[in-house]
């Protein structure tokens, strides 16, 4: 008897996904709720389990597109677990496999090869997905030199195109490995001058939904960008002082961003109108739906694209709630384990582009909301201090800028807004009185 594993259902407005990764090859023998694949959608990655235990039968193939509830697989949970004795001999010892290597016509050696690194990539202590493997063999890249950014560090095919994409001499069998002397070796053939490659590949799913909400975000909205800067200061002695301190108490580092979280928060309850969104009545027009509360969203990069995790109400968090919060979904943002609810409901979103480098920039709002702030590097600058002495000193100064929506949001309420946060950045005690 068979059971049939479906594409499940990842919210209500995702009605496909694209499968990208068969974790099990077609045919081998499954427990029940191991992950057999991996599913892209427009929003996260769905892992899919087996639902019994059984050989799997693959009905879909890596890349196609497929609808919520159509059948992706089936497992033939009748047949039993193969018996050691029912198993394959085991591996030939070094000695028989250096004979059988040395008497492998020519023609045929280097397909060996790659069948021996396959093997190594899928059962020894490198882990990559069977199309990772088969990328690597394509493009001669050497899995045991590649940094997994799959689910348990595992290797994906994204990352042996990045690998192959780079310096392919780094990546070349390692020098210790010399060839076995009974076999010839073949001259490596020479890159041909003035080569110039074009490779194309399907945008993913999140990334073709980032792109048209923030296309969507420039059509609707009447954006506009307001910029300040801040005097950092104040925060890094703050830092500077009580790091030790704060991480031994609360198991986690102190980071420039739970004062901005925190800062935020309480500019937000201070001009609401930044925290609103524009929606429609249920005469279908326009109306102003307002929050008193701070769902702040937290731009993270992840391999597959830019996703913007939320922190909910973070009027109440402390200093460690926020950091807390922010290292789980940067480290469960690699590994694509966000789950959709996680990604949904925001009010305010904070994007930090000085992780980067970059000095400035003019961040684009997410719908539905009004506003975003954007963080940049800190840089030295000479800058008059104290303010109003006429002395120049060297500060750490950072740039922030204020993307907002001018239809819901004024210019003047924007500024105040900015200033507040810098306020609150200067005078990070400020936030101790609720200032």
């Known amino acids: 008897m068979s059971t049939q594993i479906v594409m499940p259902e990842a919210g ?25 694949a991996e599913v892209e959608t427009d929003k996260i990655t769905v892992e899919i389990y087996a639902p019994a235990a059984g050989v799997l039968r693959h009905r879909a193939t890596e890349g196609d597109e497929v609808q919520i509830g159509a059948v992706l697989a089936e497992v033939d949970d009748s047949a039993e677990l193969p018996s050691p004795a029912a198993l394959p001999a085991s591996t030939p010892s070094p000695a028989v496999q250096s004979e059988k290597l040395a008497s492998t016509p020519p023609a045929r050696a280097s397909t060996a090869s790659a069948q021996s690194s396959e093997a190594s990539g899928k059962n020894g202590d490198v882990r990559a997905t069977p199309l990772a493997v088969k990328l690597a063999r394509q493009h001669g890249v050497d899995l045991s030199k590649i940094r997994g950014t799959g689910p348990g560090d595992r290797i994906r095919e994204q990352d042996v195109l990045d690998a192959a994409r780079g310096s392919k001499d780094a990546l070349d069998v390692p020098a210790s490995a ?6 010839p070796t073949a001259a490596a053939p020479t890159p041909a001058v003035g080569v110039r490659g074009v490779t194309r590949e399907r945008m993913s799913p999140l990334r073709q939904k980032v792109a048209s909400r923030l296309v969507e975000a420039q059509h609707t909205a009447a954006m506009l960008t307001t910029f300040n800067e801040c005097d950092m200061t104040a925060v890094m002695e703050l830092r500077k002082q009580y790091k030790e301190s704060f991480e031994k108490k609360h198991g986690i580092g102190l980071g420039f961003m739970s004062f901005f979280v925190k800062a935020a928060a309480n500019a937000l309850r201070a001009f609401p109108m930044v925290n609103a969104f524009i929606v429609a009545d249920e005469d279908g027009k326009p109306a102003i739906e307002k929050h008193d509360y701070a769902d702040i969203a937290i731009a993270v990069a992840s391999p597959k694209g830019l996703v913007v995790p939320v922190i909910r109400d973070c009027q109440t968090l402390s200093f460690a709630d926020v950091e807390k919060a922010v290292k789980d979904f940067g480290t469960r943002a690699r590994d694509g384990k966000l789950a959709l609810e996680e990604m949904q409901g925001g009010t305010f979103t904070i994007t930090n582009g000085g992780i980067f480098g970059s000095l400035m920039s003019t961040p684009i709002l997410n719908p539905p909301q009004s506003a975003i702030l954007g963080m940049h590097a800190i840089k030295n600058r000479a800058m008059e201090h104290p303010a109003g002495s006429g002395q120049v000193a060297i500060r750490p100064m950072m740039y922030l800028a204020l993307s907002y929506d001018h239809r819901i949001v004024d210019g003047a309420e924007a500024v105040r807004f900015l200033v507040a946060i810098k306020d609150a950045i200067e005078d990070p005690s400020r936030l101790l009185l609720d200032l």
Request: a negative charge; hydrophobic letters at 40%; charged letters at 20%.
């Open 178 to 183: 010399s060839p076995a002397p009974s076999l």
């Open 12 to 36: 209500e407005s995702v009605v496909s996904g694209v499968l990208s990764t068969w974790v099990k090859p077609d045919g081998a023998f499954v427990q029940r709720d191991e992950t057999i």
